[in-house]
C-alpha cells in the first residue's frame, strides 16, 4: 500500500480582483487563497470530495478560527506555491498549517494556522469524526513541536526564511 503524502502541495496565480491599489495581495484575500488550495489538495492527493460529503451525508468543517503571519508581499498575477499539513486533529477539529511560498519555494510570503471543526448540517452541532476519518488523520499529521501560532512564526522569523 502506497504511503499518503503528509505535505500537499499546489501552484494558483494571483489574480488581480484580489489585490489593493499597491498591488499586493489583500489581506482578507489570503485565508481565501488557503481554503481554496486545501480543497483542491483534499480531492488530488486523498480523494477527497469535501462537498460530495456535504450534499450526501450533511457533513462538513467549518472555519473555527484563524491566525495568519504576512511574511512577505504577494503581488498581482504571481505564481505562488501553496502547502497544507495537518498540524493536530482530535475526534472533532483539525487545525491546518498553510505556507504560500513563491513561485521556486525559496521564499515563504505567508504562514497560516486554521482550525475546523467537524459540523454536522441536520443537527446544526459540532460532530465526532469518523473511525475512517480519524485513521486517515493519524496516518496524513505532521506534529510540530510548537504549541503556539505565535512561537511557529517567530520561529520561522528566526530561520530568516528569505
Same mark, same amino acid.
Given at each position: 500500500?502506497?504511503? *499518503?503524502?503528509?505535505? *500537499?502541495?499546489?501552484?494558483?496565480?494571483?489574480?488581480?480582483?484580489?489585490?489593493?491599489?499597491?498591488?499586493?495581495?489583500?489581506?482578507?484575500?489570503?485565508?481565501? !487563497? +488557503?481554503?481554496?488550495?486545501?480543497?483542491?489538495?483534499?480531492?488530488?492527493?486523498?480523494?477527497?470530495?469535501? +462537498?460530495?460529503?456535504?450534499?450526501?451525508?450533511?457533513?462538513?468543517? %467549518?472555519?473555527?478560527?484563524?491566525?495568519?503571519? !504576512?511574511?512577505?508581499?504577494? /503581488?498581482?498575477? @504571481?505564481?505562488?506555491?501553496?502547502?497544507? @499539513?495537518?498540524?493536530? !486533529?482530535?475526534?472533532?477539529?483539525?487545525? %491546518?498549517?498553510?505556507?504560500?511560498?513563491?513561485?521556486?519555494?525559496?521564499?515563504?510570503?505567508?504562514?497560516?494556522?486554521?482550525? /475546523?471543526?467537524? +459540523?454536522?448540517?441536520?443537527?446544526?452541532? %459540532?460532530?465526532?469524526?469518523?473511525?475512517?476519518?480519524?485513521?486517515? +488523520?493519524?496516518?496524513? %499529521?505532521?506534529?510540530?513541536?510548537?504549541?503556539?501560532?505565535?512561537?511557529?512564526?517567530?520561529?520561522?522569523?528566526?530561520?530568516?526564511?528569505?
Amino acid at each position: 500500500m502506497n504511503k *499518503l503524502p503528509v505535505t *500537499l502541495e499546489s501552484q494558483t496565480k494571483i489574480r488581480f480582483q484580489d489585490c489593493d491599489p499597491f498591488n499586493h495581495l489583500n489581506n482578507g484575500r489570503y485565508i481565501d !487563497y +488557503f481554503i481554496n488550495a486545501r480543497e483542491d489538495q483534499l480531492l488530488k492527493y486523498y480523494n477527497i470530495d469535501i +462537498f460530495k460529503i456535504i450534499r450526501e451525508d450533511k457533513l462538513g468543517w %467549518v472555519v473555527s478560527s484563524s491566525q495568519l503571519a !504576512y511574511l512577505k508581499p504577494v /503581488f498581482t498575477m @504571481e505564481k505562488i506555491i501553496i502547502t497544507t @499539513e495537518l498540524i493536530r !486533529y482530535s475526534n472533532k477539529d483539525l487545525t %491546518v498549517e498553510a505556507k504560500m511560498w513563491n513561485k521556486d519555494k525559496t521564499i515563504l510570503k505567508s504562514l497560516a494556522w486554521m482550525n /475546523f471543526v467537524h +459540523f454536522n448540517l441536520t443537527s446544526n452541532q %459540532v460532530n465526532v469524526h469518523s473511525e475512517t476519518f480519524m485513521n486517515l +488523520f493519524k496516518e496524513v %499529521v505532521s506534529p510540530i513541536k510548537e504549541n503556539t501560532f505565535e512561537e511557529r512564526h517567530l520561529n520561522f522569523r528566526l530561520q530568516k526564511v528569505n
